[in-house]
């Protein structure tokens, strides 16, 4: 099961969906970003990993 993140991305990026992107990630990766807001849980591939279970 991965959640959903927001995470901090490219902070110079001018589009906030590039500076602050929201991913679909597991307990694992999410330890790789800086999270600013935490989301809904999904059965969506985790975006780093590719964790499916
Ligand atoms: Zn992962």
Not at 2 to 12: I, L, W
Not at 17 to 36: F, G, M, N, Q, T
């Given at each position: ?35 600013i ?17």
């Amino acid at each position: 099961m991965r959640k959903y993140y927001t995470v901090e991305g490219d902070v110079n990026a001018k589009k906030a969906k590039e500076a602050y992107p929201k991913l679909a990630l597991c307990d694992r990766c999410v330890s790789h970003y800086i999270v600013i807001n935490e989301g809904d849980r999904t059965y969506d591939e985790c975006a780093k990993c590719g964790a499916d279970d």
